[in-house]
């Protein structure tokens, strides 16, 4: 079965200063993998995916994160924070299950704070 | 167009008040989708749709019944809920309900049971 854990409930930086977000996954399956951004009171938006192509994902925002099969992590980083990027960050991947419906597997999610 | 829509925005409702929440895309996507979040908490998966038939449902009680009517609407009918049903209800679509595609969500309805 497919789980995501986040490695940090809170993470804070300084205002350009680079940012590490930590997931590591499991998966039976070669994996789709996704990272998430919300901001308070608000919906989902995706800021980037790897579905097997190239191991470094490039994103919105700046954003972009390394799949790396070995260590089976998806960590997201970006190289100077700004005040906007404060928000909730979940990892997901998605569980092909027995339907092949692609339901995601969510992580608990890492709080960013950018601090002035 | 990479949207979701969801009305309304907030929704109050009484335990045996009947109310429906709204979906709609317009991306031509086949798989749509509704989600509970709780306060901190990742996003809990209720329903799929796909290709207009309801394909998962997560044990989630009767009180909520999910509609389909067509490729770009959802619904979700809300019937006695309770005050523990209150929560951020969340919308999503994709191009199939195949693993590799992404999901794009709503904004979300927040509802409150009194």
């Known amino acids: 079965a497919q789980s995501v854990t986040q490695l940090d409930s809170h993470v804070s930086v300084s205002e350009g200063t680079p940012v590490l977000l930590r997931c590591n996954y499991s998966s039976s399956y070669s994996p789709s993998l996704f990272w998430y951004v919300q901001h308070p009171n608000k919906g989902l938006q995706l800021l980037l995916k790897y579905t097997s192509a190239a191991t470094l994902v490039k994103g919105i925002n700046g954003f972009e994160a390394e799949f790396k099969k070995s260590e089976t992590s998806f960590h997201l980083t970006k190289p100077s924070a700004h005040m906007s990027d404060a928000a909730e960050y979940f990892c997901v991947v998605s569980d092909r299950g027995s339907s092949n419906t692609g339901k995601l597997i969510f992580g608990q999610g890492t709080t960013l704070q950018v601090k002035p | 167009d990479t949207e979701v829509t969801q009305t309304p925005k907030h929704l109050v409702m009484g335990m045996t008040n009947k109310k429906s929440l709204k979906c709609e895309q317009h991306?031509?996507?086949?798989?749509m989708y509704w989600y509970k979040q709780k306060a901190k908490k990742p996003p809990e998966l209720m329903f799929v749709y796909s290709y207009e038939k309801l394909s998962i449902n997560e044990s989630v009680p009767s009180r909520f019944s999910p509609e389909c009517p067509n490729s770009s609407l959802l619904n979700l009918h809300l019937h006695a809920l309770q005050p523990e049903d209150s929560a951020l209800y969340l919308c999503a679509s994709s191009r199939s309900g195949q693993p590799s595609y992404e999901q794009y969500f709503g904004p979300g309805t927040r509802l409150t049971v009194t």
């Open positions: 991306m031509g996507h086949r798989a």
